[in-house]
């Protein structure tokens, strides 16, 4: 049976290789078909092609699966390195045919995923800026509005909030008409009646007074006026017209109660143009601000719904964090794959006994523990002054940047661990010098189970 490994398919794969045959005049020197001539030839190139592009560990596990990787031949040629670092670090040479080929569709559709989040948040994220760009300038319109209010009732603006509404709504300025023209006055006056019992004390104590030529009552102190307010409304006295009120107090008097609430002469100090305009921004602005939160827990709903895996949390997360943070979750992708090729179950962001939290952990079946400390950027890796505290719980240690050669300068981790990129995966570059083993290795153990089950859970 020719496998790709056997010495058959070995003498063919040389002849090959050394351009002594060519493959259709195999099965003239060699007892196979035509077809297994080309497998083989197929097979020779993928060898030479993962020889080239392919991390030590993954093409080891090329050659020793034979013919079996053909399920592959068209991730090889579309040269997916990454797409074959993923499938054949997470496999042995034991993998049937079928099971490479789901493996593959498993990719694809792992893919597929990714690319209906990114699409899918692109456009969410895109809403999100233009709500956000909306709100601004909402905001930017209220303050406007709010500034010409400001200035039209500088008078008011001493005074408490509610005492401000009150005073809008109530105060104004006196307009005449002069050659047809409607010319305002500086004279506040009352715009709406008050509380008849509080605005004939008003009167008593001058403080308003009737004016008959021009049939208006005139605020002669506004801070009095004001004091007066205050002290009513502390007393729980009537201040508000209350028609129902005033008709039951005008039944044994010679007057009617008038039904409008509103004098005739005079104008609101802000139009009703520009109520109506402030009103309905800040309604506006709510339902953008609304908007904004939806959209902000759509996000992060889709999140949790589409991840399934850390490397698919990466890419989530870059969508939406600043660069470090994404440089950061793509080493620790990066460091998982690695230690699971090795033979560990490996977790992340591994909470400690002590507090601290590891970012990739792993244990193998003699219960080894292997932790590895991300670092982004140089800032990272030089203020990290507590990675001692980690040696009490793992039997290995070891820093991972984005450096291709250890940091010139590595202050009090001269004795850390480290590891290094090398192509498409990582070398150990250093042990840590210094002498240490996991305590309460049942514990930690437990703990990565915990982080992995949580990411199953919870997709996070």
Known sequence: MITGRDQLSQEIIKDLTDKTIKVKDVPKRYDVSLDQAKRLSRYLKITLAANKHLSESVNRKVHLMGLKVLALADLFKNEDWEGLEEILSSVNENITRDQLKQRVLSLEEKRERIQAFLEETKFK???????????REKIEQ????QSEIKVLTNDFQKYDEITREFLLEHVGIYQRTSQGKNEATNTLILIKRLDSLFQKKLKNMGIIAYNDLKYTHEINDLDKFVRAYLERKNKRGGIIWDFEKEDRRAENKTYFAPSSPYYKKGVQLIGEILLQKMEQTKEDLKKTEEQIKETEKEIQDLRKISVK????????????????????GELQYKAGKWLYSKGYVVGFEVTLPNGRRVDVAGFNENREIIFVEVKASDNDFQNDKKW???LL???KFYFFGDWEFIPHSK??????????KYGNTIEVCSETAIEHS??????IIFSIS??????LVYGY
């Open 125 to 135: 994220i895109k809403y999100l800026e233009e709500s956000r760009k909306d709100a």
């Open 142 to 145: 209220l303050k406007s509005i």
């Open 309 to 328: 895996s850390f490397s698919e949390a990466v890419l989530a997360s870059n969508m939406l964090s600043a660069k470090e943070i994404q440089k950061h």
């Open 388 to 390: 001692k505290e980690y």
């Open 393 to 395: 719980y793992c039997d």
């Open 411 to 420: 202050d009090d981790k001269t004795d850390a661990g480290f590891l290094l």
């Open 438 to 443: 996991a305590k309460n290795r049942d514990t």
């Open 450 to 455: 915990r982080a992995i089950s949580k990411k």
